[in-house]
């Protein structure tokens, strides 16, 4: 018989210094933030497991790189009427002055424009963000929780209220889930989302609670219907004015609640700590990063029963970790990022990557023009993840479902785009003043093995290590070297060539 196939390691032991290189510190930065440079891989390799994940995960210290600043969005488009403009309309209302009314709602119009106009311009600022940020994991882990605490602008149309969520999910994504659950149910944006913000004791609204429970915090079966319904009673009351939450104490249902097997008077914020003090939490939050971070093509066994796989064993382990750090999330992603599991060969290549992943891994990596983040973004929505629109309230179901006939087709072409500055119409008319010159890739190449730059062979196989992350097997090789010496050799015009092909392959959606 056959020897048994070997799973991959359970170890969250670090890993040791004297095994790490240029390709675990590849894997580091792609997962850890969206990929880098060959000097950065480089560098990392040089700096050894610790000092690496360390700089990643402490992006604090990384100075001069602010949040938002207070000019350049604008807070009060959507801002409610004063009390003298509602009077105003109320009195047209009663006179049937239509003239009134007709300058109101054209006035309304105007500033639903501008909303839309804004959060399209949000979206260009958080692209633009993450491709330029010295502190890519800040980026990562807030991209992680727009996609876990779903909420899209399509239903809220108010953009200033989503940049809030947005900064909220950047200020605590790698540091406390509890501040962001607590920090969620006190959010304009999810409270107007879930139809919380007219939640009142005399008609609870379930949404906020059951999602709480099935997908921010617990997971299908950790909970019952009567569970929901008291937990939405506890967080009636809970909305918004303008921009800032208010608590509404004369909507509140202020009798005794029983919720996962407690009773007593509570609130929303009484809630949250039962919920956080369910054993489900910390193992379904464990698991959601764990997708996210490492392998989201892994199953689903539970931790502890028959048959669970060796990534339940190692959630199971970051759940206690999670737990007992009382949901600090520093701790157990420093333990997972530097954990021999991590790097794990089964782990490498094992997730598909995001559109969001996919474009500005391009360009942090091979070091294209941006060349026009309008473009970039309308290629984000057609590849499924249009930031600030995610599908529903479970978010982007990411994997497999990223890839299908025609989003293979939109991958391809904005790849070619930003390398090429080809699009599937004619050529960004912007393309030769922004032209790309991939040569400065081979820097890294000419340190290591002065004069190899030259070399067509040597610089095809560095280049499908670099971007691939794979050995160079002949068929490839050759095609790439035929490419480049049919273009007289190593130069600019033959390097995008290759490129080209190699954005083509397989290997490239994923990482």
């Not at 303008?242 to 996962?260: A, C, G, M, P």
């Not at 379904?284 to 689903?300: E, M, P, Q, S």
């Not at 009382?326 to 157990?332: G, Q």
Request: aromatic share 10%; with cysteine; glycine share 8%.
């Amino acid at each position: 018989m056959p020897p048994e196939a070997k799973g991959p390691t359970v170890s969250l032991a670090p890993i040791k210094k004297s095994a790490w290189s240029y390709d675990h510190a590849r894997h580091l930065l792609l997962r850890a933030g969206f990929g880098g440079s060959p000097h950065q891989y480089r560098l990392l390799a040089e700096w050894g497991p610790e000092k690496s994940v360390d700089h990643l995960l402490n992006f604090e210290q990384v100075k001069g790189y602010p949040n938002v600043s207070p000019d350049e969005f604008r807070s009060d488009i959507m801002a409610p009427l004063s009390a003298a403009d509602r009077a105003e309309v109320a009195r047209a209302r009663r006179a049937q002055d239509e003239d009134t009314l007709a300058r109101f709602r054209e006035e309304r119009q105007n500033r639903e424009r501008l909303d839309r106009e804004q959060v399209r311009a949000m979206q260009k600022w958080w692209l633009k963000r993450m491709i330029e940020t010295p502190r890519p994991f800040e980026e990562k882990m807030a991209l992680f929780w727009h996609g876990h605490f779903a909420t899209s602008y399509r239903t809220i149309e108010n953009s200033w209220h989503q940049l809030l969520q947005n900064q909220l999910f950047r200020r605590h994504g790698a540091s406390s889930y509890e501040d962001l659950l607590r920090g969620i149910v006190r959010d304009p944006a999810m409270l107007k989302y879930l139809d919380n913000d007219e939640s009142r004791k005399e008609r609870p609204n379930e949404n906020l609670a059951r999602e709480i429970m099935e997908l921010f915090a617990l997971g299908v079966g950790a909970y019952g219907e009567k569970d929901i319904k008291e937990g939405a009673r506890a967080l009636t009351g809970y909305s918004f004015e303008y921009n800032d939450f208010v608590f509404r104490r004369e909507r509140h249902d202020t009798t005794n609640k029983s919720i996962l097997g407690r009773q007593g008077a509570f609130d929303g914020d009484d809630f949250v700590s039962i919920i956080l003090q369910q054993p489900a939490c910390a193992g379904f939050i464990a698991g959601k990063v764990y997708r996210f971070l490492v392998n989201d093509l892994a199953g689903d066994t539970a931790p502890g029963t028959p048959g669970a796989r060796p990534h339940q064993q190692v959630i199971q382990t970051l759940a206690a970790e999670l737990s007992s750090s009382n949901y600090k999330l520093r701790p157990m992603l420093r333990t997972l990022l530097l954990s021999e599991h991590f790097y794990d060969p089964a782990n490498r290549h094992a997730r598909i990557k995001g559109p969001v992943e996919l474009v500005v891994g391009m360009v942090r990596s091979l070091r294209t023009p941006v060349r026009d983040l309008g473009i970039l973004c309308d290629a984000l929505d057609l590849m499924g993840q249009n930031l600030f629109f995610p599908p529903n309230v479970a978010g982007w179901a990411g994997g497999r479902s990223w890839i299908n006939t025609s989003t293979v087709f939109v991958r391809q072409n904005i790849a070619n785009f930003l390398i090429s500055g080809k699009m599937p119409k004619g050529f960004d008319p912007l393309a030769d003043l922004d032209r790309y010159d991939p040569t400065a890739l081979l820097a890294d190449l000419a340190q290591v093995s002065p004069g190899s730059e030259k070399d067509p062979k040597a610089v095809a196989t560095y280049l499908l290590r670099f971007v691939l992350g794979t050995e160079a097997v002949e068929p490839r090789l050759k095609v790439l070297v035929e490419t480049m010496e049919g273009a007289g050799g190593v130069n600019a015009e033959s390097v995008t060539a290759a490129l080209c092909l190699i954005t083509t392959m397989p290997e490239f959606q994923v990482c």
